[in-house]
């Protein structure tokens, strides 16, 4: 409510079907810019060859044998996926993109759990139906927060085939990939064998550069991300359909305003761009590429 041009009334009287409320409009409006704003950022990052890779390559944690089974018992079974130690920064983030799991028999409701370390530990728990004698695929999309995630089935009493891991780590701690590694979990402990006990991950490390965002919010781009909800605001009010006083008559102030905020929103723009070199050479992570930064133009 800082802008000159933004009221809880005026907001009131733009808001069309789409959004209804003022305070809807004003919602949406801001995470549209939070969206056009790291897609602006992350486009002059990659025209100056800042961000190394914008691919995710999919990850699995082992492979079904449908030869070797295990029996039905009421207790945790599955494998735990640790995050490579050695990445560095904390924009790359380790996430479980599908669980797979191969039943010997039909289950429903059983509990699929996703423990975290993070904070302590955190559960994640999430009801689902099985069909027998084949892959049954879920996507969690689940970040770990932690060092590790452990995914198990809690005491559904199901009959498994094996999930042989070899997402291992080898000779001398050789890590598998840059990403992550597994290990076997039976009941109450960790195991030596590569068994995940009919539970394959497919699961990614990805650059969160959303997460730059977060780190500049209290300097140059909060106020970015609002000069951009003001453009967004005021080419609403310029398109509304709506038919009232304020509507119809403020358009010619709306458009003064949005010439002037849209210019507040380039220099803005400008000053951050400038100073980027020297704000990422901060940073020591995966996800940036910062030495000899440089900027050319971003044709």
């Known amino acids: 409510m800082d802008a000159p041009e933004i009221s809880i009334l005026n907001l009131a009287h733009i808001a069309n079907e ?81 669980v797979k799991i191969y039943p010997l028999a039909d289950a429903a409701g059983a509990t699929l759990k996703i423990y975290d370390d993070y904070a302590g530990g955190t559960v994640s728990t999430y009801q689902v139906d099985m069909a027998a004698d084949k892959v049954n695929t879920y996507k969690v999309d689940y970040e770990v927060k932690g060092s590790f995630a452990r995914v198990l089935l809690d ?23 840059d990403c992550g590694y597994t290990k076997g979990w039976y009941d109450d402990a960790e195991i030596s064998g590569k068994e995940g006990f009919g539970i394959n991950l497919e699961f990614s490390c990805e650059c969160d550069y959303e997460q730059l965002l977060i780190d500049m919010a209290k300097t140059y781009v909060g106020e970015i991300v609002w000069l951009k909800t003001r453009v967004l605001l005021l080419e609403e009010h310029l398109r509304t359909n709506r038919l009232n006083n304020w509507v119809i008559y403020g358009r010619d102030e709306t458009q003064q305003y949005l010439t002037d905020v849209e210019n507040q929103y380039r220099e803005k723009w400008r000053l951050f761009t400038q100073s980027l070199p020297g704000l990422l050479q901060a940073y020591k992570d995966d996800c940036l590429q910062c030495n000899g930064i440089r900027w050319v133009t971003n044709v």
Do not use: W
């Open 18 to 98: 789409e959004y209804v409320t003022g305070l809807n409009l004003a919602k949406k409006k801001i995470a549209q810019a939070t969206t056009l704003v790291r897609n602006d950022l992350m486009s002059a990052l990659a025209a100056n060859n800042v961000i190394p890779r914008l691919d995710a390559k999919l990850h699995s944690t082992g492979e079904f044998k449908t030869q070797v089974t295990f029996p039905a018992e009421a207790k945790e079974r599955g494998l735990t996926l640790y995050k490579n130690n050695r990445i560095k920064g904390k924009l790359r983030k380790l996430k479980i993109q599908n």
């Open 155 to 177: 005491g559904t009493d199901v009959p498994v085939a094996s999930a042989y891991l070899t997402c291992f780590t080898g000779c001398n701690g050789t890590l598998p990939n």
